[in-house]
């Protein structure tokens, strides 16, 4: 059994297929009048927000911009690439790096007559790693050791190593490089047995004895003890300083690796080479340094054409402080002092030879830049180094202020206002669709009362013109 909706819409539309009612399709009048009625208010928020989308875009545009070049930027920084590089003549006998302390320069003479080395001892042989040593304590000591004598350095600290019950030689080991003292133990399973061996840290004050003090309910690990005027095991090696002499000059270190003997460089000593000094100069970046500022400059135009069409009369961020913001210090770059402490000829990228132009690009004074080059290597160089102050830091500040989600003045600070103006937008039109359904659903309702009533009064007409109709056959 089908059954017929009493509702208005089903009663309209019954109404309407039997031919009765207006003849107008309420239902699509009702959608048309609400969506007029709103018309108007739907295309300013549909207009505001298209505006806010571009001013986004155009924005996160230049941000991504900035970031791009921020990057690029710091990644040749830290290379070294735009820095004097050090090098050895002889590679196998030393290997070089900058500090970053000063910028090196000039050429020096290096020889190097001794390296740096730990202390090594061995035990008396076992049979195997895994033989009992008995237990108790071992405790090292540092300091000096001079043929049998040994000095030991107070200033650095004695370590115990407790060995428990049973241990093997193996845990003996295990149980010294457990404590970190700086000492590296392993077991060696040498053609006279297996025997543990000890190696001590570079250095001549690096020097180690090793006491026992046994539990007398389990003996024997005195037998690990070790003192250079023992009989006990074996001394492989003593603990000696490097020695070497920069530019005649005598030198040593307790450690191959060498900070500051040349003005900031570090040096890994790797060989002796007595009687046959090398040479540890520095590379020439003059030419990597004027095209790294061309490349800059070109850079910076591209980001300054971007600004300048987005702040333009009309355009997306023509009233945008954030924009203007970074236009101005981008503007004001040049002139800028980026080394505040410098006493030579570069101390602004306007010594570099970046020029602004009146219509805010910029250009490449390629004159002036080789002319600073010549005066001022040294403070070029330093410019382009990974500090506090210089090319990179510069502009990695006027990045990270334009990128502030929390300044409303930048141009991050912009982009986080017109989200939330989106956001609030997409709010308002959402409850404005609601109004107008509201409105629509209360318009259909409205017609679809008005449409029966009309169809009844129809269908009454009609039975009334009948009934008349057939009074008048009657008459005749």
Known sequence: MNTITNSPTATSSLVTALGGGSGIDMLDLANKLAQAQFAARTDRLTERGDTLEAKVSSASNIKSMLLALNTSLGT?????????????????????????????????????????????????????????????TLTLRFGTIDGASFTED????????????????????????GANAGVQAYVANTVDGAQLVLKGREGVTNGFVLEASEDAAEPGLANLAWNPASASGELLATAVDAAFTIDGLDYTSSSNTISEAVPGVKLQL?????????RVSFSDPTSSIASSMQDLTDALNEVMAELNAATGIGAELANDGGARALRRSLSGLAGTVIMPNATGAARTLADLGLKTERNGTFSLDTQRLQATLAADPEGVAAMFTNGINGVFATFDKIYR?????????????????????????????????????????????QFTTSEVRIGTSQATLAMLKNQIAQWNKTGD
């Not at 190593?161 to 490089?177: E, M, P, W």
């Not at 790797?270 to 090398?278: E, Q």
């Not at 003045?409 to 103006?421: A, D, K, P, V, W």
């Open 270 to 278: 790797l060989a002796t080479n007595t009687g046959a000094p090398t």
């Open 154 to 177: 107070t200033g650095q600290t004695a370590v115990d190593v407790t060995i428990a019950s049973g241990a093997t030689l193996a845990d003996v080991a295990s149980a010294i490089n």
């Open 76 to 136: 040749l920084v830290r290379s070294g690439d735009l820095a004097p590089v050090p090098s050895v003549a002889n590679a196998a006998i030393a290997s070089a790096g900058l500090t970053g302390s000063t910028q090196p320069k000039g050429s020096y003479s290096l020889e190097v007559t001794r390296l740096a080395s730990g202390q090594r001892i061995a035990s008396t042989p076992y049979a195997s790693a895994s033989d009992p040593v008995g237990a108790g």
């Open 401 to 445: 202020d334009a990128s502030s989600t929390t300044n409303s003045g930048s141009l991050g600070g912009s982009i986080t206002r017109y989200n939330r103006q989106i956001a609030r937008l997409s709010e308002d039109q959402t409850k404005l669709a609601e109004d107008q359904e509201k409105l629509r659903a209360r318009l259909a309702s």
